[in-house]
């Protein structure tokens, strides 16, 4: 392998310049697996309700990089030992903490391979990684599996106050104006310290948590899970399985190669090959698009008008309720759309569904935000916040969706 003693620095427009600190890593940017990233969009379809958000998954990896560089720094002026290859791990985890996201991220991460997360994938480019640097990421991959000793090194990488969360809850609000969504991650890593191996929160930083919660919180309901976005989602995930369907039946569908053996293939754990894992790894969102954009002109009308309603944003009408949807609602929806378009109930379910979604913006009862004391004591974050609201935010608040044509009604 060639590789390059180039080190070389990223105009960011949330930080400035990024460093790339070592050749290594140069390396594994320059990696195809990782350039993918730069085709993966960090916010899948809600660039329909804000236009601006069209930022990648590899503006985000960088981004978490450069906090982690941050974080190192500080914990070592406060004598927290890291070595010099716990700092390369620990840069590389974060590095490639989202490699494995496929295309259009969590919206299809179902869709295009069941039953297996991105984090799964994500190990397995590493793993992949490893072996084509000389077992260069053994240590990175200790450290994002959380199997090293000093469990604060995973905490930084994959906790309720990681630097992917500080990077993605900043880059998402700049890049959608949503400024509630605004945290300030210097003063949050500058407040960062370990007590007996874990990741705490010095106290004069507690205000800081709390905004950084509150912010989390404002993005999920305002961004992450948008009525618009998640309409938009729900129909991408369900022209990917009215396409499977077509196929199942010997049609003949135009798209890439490599979408199509996902789509004629269900890959299990066990399935999943170097051979399968270097497929999945041409896979972006330009192929989706380009399926997307071919379909909506095919004879089926349920896939033509799914994709239709992608391309031209004339999404479905959506409803939240605080309380499920009855059952006798979506029943006379289906019906009056079955009738109108003549379509079988299979088909009408297409278009006219309902479903919930949840939102828990600090979840105590996993890995929980320790805040340290002035007297040396660790408290949980909502125990030692004086706002009520706090402990409101450690509830899942779940809410309820009907999806149906404007026509159904």
């Known amino acids: 392998m060639i590789k390059s003693n180039k080190l070389k620095i990223f105009n960011d427009p949330i930080y400035g310049f990024i460093r790339i600190p070592s050749t290594l890593i140069f390396n594994l940017i320059a990696d ?3 350039q993918r990233l730069r085709r993966i969009s960090q916010m899948g379809l809600s660039y329909l309700v804000y236009p601006g958000a069209h930022h ?6 960088l981004g978490s990089m450069h906090l982690m560089q941050q974080a190192i720094q500080v914990l070592r002026f406060k004598e927290v030992e890291i070595t010099k290859e716990e700092e390369e791990g620990l840069l590389i985890a974060i590095l490639l903490h989202d490699i494995g996201h496929g295309p ?7 869709s295009i391979v069941e039953d297996i997360s991105h984090e799964y994938i994500s190990l397995l480019f590493m793993q992949e ?3 084509r640097f000389n077992g260069s990421l053994t240590l990175a991959i200790e450290i994002f599996q959380g199997i090293c000793p000093k469990k604060f090194l995973n905490q930084l990488v994959s906790s309720q106050l990681d630097m992917d969360r500080l990077d993605y809850l900043k880059r998402d609000s700049f890049y959608t104006g949503v400024a509630e969504g605004g945290i300030n991650a210097d003063r949050l890593i500058t407040m960062l310290n370990v007590v007996d191996n874990e990741l705490v929160v010095e106290e004069k930083g507690i205000y800081s948590v709390e905004k950084f919660l509150m912010a989390r919180r404002f993005m999920y309901w305002q961004v992450y899970l948008h009525k618009t976005g998640l309409v938009a989602e729900q129909l991408l995930i369900r022209i990917l399985k009215r396409a499977k369907e077509l196929l199942g039946k010997g049609e003949v569908l135009p798209c890439s190669a490599n979408l199509l053996f996902f789509m004629k293939n269900r890959i299990s754990k066990n399935d999943f090959t170097p051979a399968i894992l270097d497929t999945f790894s041409k896979l972006d969102d330009i192929d989706i698009l380009a399926a997307i954009k071919n379909w909506q002109d095919h004879d089926d009308f349920v ?4 994709c239709q309603m992608i391309v031209n944003r004339k999404l479905l009408t959506i409803k939240l309720k605080n309380k499920p949807i009855a059952t006798k609602r979506v029943d006379q929806f289906i019906e ?4 109108l378009q003549r379509l079988t109930k299979e088909e009408t379910a297409y278009f006219v569904f309902s479903g919930k979604i949840e939102n828990r913006a600090y979840n105590h009862e996993k890995q929980n935000i320790n805040i340290l004391k002035k007297n040396g004591q660790l408290k949980d974050v909502a125990k030692a916040s004086d706002q009520l609201n706090l402990k409101a935010l450690s509830k ?4 309820y969706y009907i999806c149906y044509p404007k026509d159904s009604v």
């Open 336 to 339: 009056n759309y079955k009738m």
């Open 104 to 110: 259009f991220s969590h919206a299809m991460e179902n």
């Open 32 to 34: 195809p697996y990782f």
């Open 396 to 399: 899942t608040v779940t809410k």
């Open 303 to 306: 896939l033509s008008h799914l």
């Open 56 to 61: 990648t998954r590899f503006h985000h990896a």
């Open 129 to 131: 990684l490893n072996t």
